[in-house]
């Protein structure tokens, strides 16, 4: 079985695709996915800045005055003289306590990364389905392509037959130019099967951004291993499935956020500690003066200094309280729309189950009434040949022989499509 992670045009021009292959060089090349993974990245910074915010800020100074007219001197008298100082100072802060802010923060964060890595998780389920999706009707319009060739090589033969008996004298030209307008109307089925089949690779190549469809073939698997079997019921895959789903965890992490939220905003009633320290040194010169040494002086005046500040919120004109509110609510709507997701994927499995059910039943079906068909094609071929059946009688039981190849072609891509799907709604 063949992997692709970096396929080159060239390379798929003479190497059949198999789906497995197909998924995963769509994973590996689709944009969409690529996005995905760009705000995976994104929350992951957003997480690592919440983390960082537990650490004290230290910034350095260094300033240049000048002052003209009264000023202050270095033995913090004033005096009517210019004056010049140099200033140099370290300091930092820390948040000691934040109303439990930065503790909140993280783990919004950490909420923010795991759903986004659901996201991104879902946009690669999501590309799984509608490559399989493609996969499948290209499997599909190839089946059609073999039954309209089929149909070709029975209506030739008629017509290469009804030519010898022309020819002989045993029947009129009517005949023979009847069965060659069925020839040619064949002809123009087969033109259309294979324009379908030829868009069907168009969407493939598309879905996994290649340049050109010019060369794409895919590898035809082997339906006769794929019995059509009782499947699990609904709620069995169901419940494997919402354990699973990237698109129910993603929403049950958004929920849990939300709540996380609540705390967020509960945070404007707590008062706020902060600590403050650092070191400034002074130097000072009057213009026209002598004065102490630059160095004598940044070691004289040489000041640490550590502070606590407390801010105790009394009124903010109701801010906190709404903003409360309002984080209240939003965790409603998000129950809600993880209820909502929970209930669009058991009616997803529902609808994909039972449309499995009917393929297979279709399935089983069509197999028998391609087999019958086939049989009274093969005696109406026979009775036509030996002139005992009229050629709307031939034709009549040619057509439903077709008709039935190609219903039984279809049943078993749509039970093989079915199949992939439930397997990956349930987290396959």
């Avoid at 390379?11 to 944009?31: F, G, I, K, M, R």
């Avoid at 945070?267 to 040494?293: E, F, Q, R």
């Amino acid at each position: 079985m063949v992997m692709l992670t970096s396929l080159t045009i060239s390379h798929a021009q003479h190497s059949p695709w198999t789906l497995e292959s197909c998924v995963q060089y769509a994973l590996d090349h689709n944009l969409t996915v690529k996005q995905s993974e760009n705000v995976v990245a994104q929350r992951e910074v957003a997480l690592n800045t919440a983390k960082n915010s537990v650490w004290p800020t230290v910034q350095a100074t260094a300033s240049q005055n000048f002052s003209f007219g009264r000023g202050i001197s270095e033995d913090n008298t004033y005096v009517s003289s210019n004056t010049a100082n140099t200033s140099f100072g370290l300091g930092g802060s820390m948040n000691l306590f934040t109303g439990f802010r930065v503790k909140n923060n993280i783990t919004m964060g950490k909420l923010n990364l795991e759903a986004a890595n659901a996201d991104c998780d879902k946009a690669k389920e999501d590309i799984r389905i509608a490559v399989t999706q493609a996969y499948m009707q290209i499997l599909y319009n190839m089946e059609l392509c073999k039954v309209a060739e089929l149909q070709i090589v029975i209506d030739s033969t008629q017509v290469e037959r009804l030519t010898v008996l022309r020819d002989a004298g045993k029947i009129g030209p009517a005949e023979v130019s009847s069965r060659k307008s069925t020839l040619a109307q064949s002809r123009v089925t087969l033109t259309q099967a294979r324009n379908n089949l030829n868009l069907a690779i168009l969407d493939m190549t598309q879905l996994l951004e290649l340049s050109s469809p010019e060369g794409f073939e895919v590898a035809v698997p082997d339906t006769s291993l794929l019995a059509p079997e009782i499947l699990s019921n609904p709620e069995q895959i169901f419940a494997q499935a919402v354990t699973m789903r990237p698109a129910v965890k993603a929403e049950e992490v958004r929920t849990e956020a939300a709540a996380t939220n609540i705390k967020l905003a509960q945070a404007g009633w707590w008062p706020t500690l902060s600590m403050s320290g650092g070191l400034i040194t002074d130097y000072y010169a009057l213009l026209g003066h002598t004065s102490k040494g630059f160095a004598s002086q940044l070691g004289d005046n040489f000041s640490p200094y550590v502070g606590f500040t407390l801010n105790v919120p009394i009124f903010n004109r109701l801010e906190t309280r709404n903003g409360v509110r309002m984080a209240k609510l939003q965790l409603e709507s998000q129950q809600l729309q993880s209820e909502n997701v929970r209930k669009a994927l058991y009616k997803e499995i529902q609808q994909a189950y039972y449309n499995a059910v009917a393929a297979r039943e279709k399935w089983l079906s069509s197999g028998v009434a391609e087999t019958t068909a086939f049989e009274n094609f093969e005696l109406s071929e026979a009775l036509y040949e030996a002139g005992k059946y009229t050629s709307t009688e031939f034709n009549e039981a040619k057509n439903n022989y077709l008709q039935a190849a190609s219903n039984l072609a279809q049943a078993r891509c749509e039970y093989f499509y079915q199949v992939q799907l439930l397997e990956l709604l349930a987290g396959k």
